[in-house]
């Protein structure tokens, strides 16, 4: 191919992609090496560069993808809103998911730890909305599931990587951004105990996940007792963990 179809066949690519396309990706799929493939790159995001591209070539998660311009984003954002609801979270779902974040990987007695009251809903709510995967088992007693951020937590705030993550005060604003604005906020609700439906005694749900739920509702921390819910206090918990390096309470004050 001459460079002109490779500059060609890559945009094509780029905007074919439903996730950002690597540079590994793209090389084959050109048939070239990745040095040709990564200076293809370059040119194609230059090109998109001037002021009137509505759309830009970003890095992202990875690999490569369409994004609309920052001075666009209100504009789009209305228009997305009229074809689909926003994702909307509860202030408790965000707060969980900037501990997991920040902590990852991190286990649920770990979270509930630093948030003080049982995450077990919230998680399972970031699961089926993909911000959150598992990442193993951490080899303590029990061999408690490990969760992280997913690329789709990368794609749904516009990181790179894990390395771009701001401050919480930064990520908190970064969050509203995403969520486009306070109507993403969804009411909070209590946050009730994820436990499988009542069964035989002794009995473990087959998915281990819901396993994993089920066992850390039957052990909620100790704070959560005397106050259930209190969001003002698991906020400053969020906070005081990350400053603290991931730290709960109890690992503080020891």
Known sequence: MTPQEILSSLEAIVYAADEPATI????KALGVEKAEARS????LVAAYQTEDRGIEVRKVAGGWKFYTKPQHHDVVRKFIKSLQPPLRLTMPALETLAVIAYKQPATIPEINEIRGVNVGGVIKTLLE???ITTAGRKEVIGRPILYRTSKQFLMRFGLSDLEELPSLKEFEALAQAALGDDTGIAPTEPEVSSVAPEASAGSVPDDPIEADLAASS???PAENAANPENPASETDNVRAAVASGGKGPAERGA
């Not at 293809?40 to 040119?43: E, R, Y």
């Open 40 to 43: 293809a790159l370059d040119l």
């Open 218 to 220: 039957a052990h909620p």
């Open 129 to 131: 909305k993909r911000l």
């Open 24 to 27: 590994d990706q793209i090389a």
